[in-house]
């Protein structure tokens, strides 16, 4: 009885935790923001879903299956390269805050959107010249 419990837990765990990852992914403001959505969030919610599975295996069909874990080294392995993959994608395309999209409709749900100082405003240092 207390088994359906933790596994329902780390169910919910994992929804919350991909909702959030995957809504991150849509609303934050620049890629750097946005690398952390995807490779932080969703992560732990797969790994919530894949704790789940290790759990209700082992204690409800009375057998250890190791493909859960397996399956949670490779996410956790290749997570942080496809971030780092990312990150020199956006380091050599010179992106800058005037050239990305906007985040959606809703302006003021996160603190990402402050205004911008004065002297970045002036000019983009990456192309030379004014961003409007």
């Known amino acids: 009885m207390v088994y359906d419990y ?7 765990m994992a929804g919350i935790f ?3 990852g995957s809504f991150g992914l849509l609303k934050l403001n620049d890629p750097m923001s946005r690398l952390h959505a995807p490779t932080k969030a969703t992560t732990l919610g797969v790994g919530g879903v ?8 082992a204690v409800v069909e009375g057998n250890l299956s190791l493909h ?3 399956i949670t080294l ?11 993959f990312i990150a020199k994608v956006h380091i ?3 992106e800058t805050k005037a050239s990305l999209p906007k985040a959606g409709a809703d302006g003021i749900w996160a603190t990402h959107n402050v ?4 002297n970045e405003s002036e000019t983009d240092p990456a192309q ?3 961003p409007a």
């Not at 490779?74 to 780092?84: D, E, I, R, S, Y």
């Not at 205004?115 to 004065?118: D, F, G």
Request: net charge neutral; hydrophobic share 55%; aromatic share 10%.
């Open 6 to 12: 933790l596994v329902a837990g780390f169910l919910i």
């Open 18 to 20: 991909g909702f959030v």
């Open 50 to 57: 894949l704790l789940a599975s290790m759990l209700h295996g």
């Open 68 to 70: 859960e874990l397996m």
């Open 74 to 84: 490779f996410l956790f392995l290749t997570a942080p390269v496809t971030a780092l």
């Open 92 to 94: 050599h395309r010179h």
């Open 115 to 118: 205004p911008e100082t004065k």
């Open 128 to 130: 030379g010249k004014d």
